[in-house]
């Protein structure tokens, strides 16, 4: 049973970085073929896909957000991280880790979901 859990600060400040870690168990997240995404939601609106990395390392962004996004791995430690640069309230979301399944577009697993506030 593959299980993500997302971590990081709940509140972060206006024009900061946004930093999120993704801790996966049950599965590796160099196994061939998957990639490992970020999803967030903001209040009232629907998902958004910011980014993913694959098995081998190689990153992906969402265009509207390639300017301020960063997702990284930690192949050791099994976690994979999201930098969002220069954030604005309407950064404010929950936001996922999630498994893509190969040569997809859909994620079969997900974390719970961590809510993240912009704000001064």
């Known amino acids: 049973q593959v299980r993500l859990q997302e971590s990081g600060p709940g509140l972060v400040k206006p024009s900061q970085t946004l930093s999120l870690t993704c801790t996966v168990s049950?599965?590796?997240?160099?196994?061939?073929?998957?990639?490992w995404s970020w999803i967030r939601q903001p209040p009232g609106k629907g998902l958004e896909w910011m980014g993913c990395?694959?098995?081998?390392?190689?990153?992906y962004y969402s265009p509207s957000l390639r300017s301020r996004t960063a997702i990284s791995r930690d192949t050791s430690k099994n976690q994979f991280s999201l930098q969002l640069s220069s954030v604005t309230p309407e950064d404010t979301a929950v936001y996922y880790c999630?498994?893509?399944?190969?040569?997809?577009?859909?994620?079969?697993?997900w974390g719970q979901g961590t809510q993240v506030t912009v704000s001064s």
């Open positions: 999630a498994r893509d399944l190969p040569y997809s577009d859909y994620a079969d697993y």
């Open positions: 049950g599965g590796s997240i160099t196994t061939r073929y998957y990639a």
């Open positions: 990395i694959t098995y081998d390392g190689n990153a």
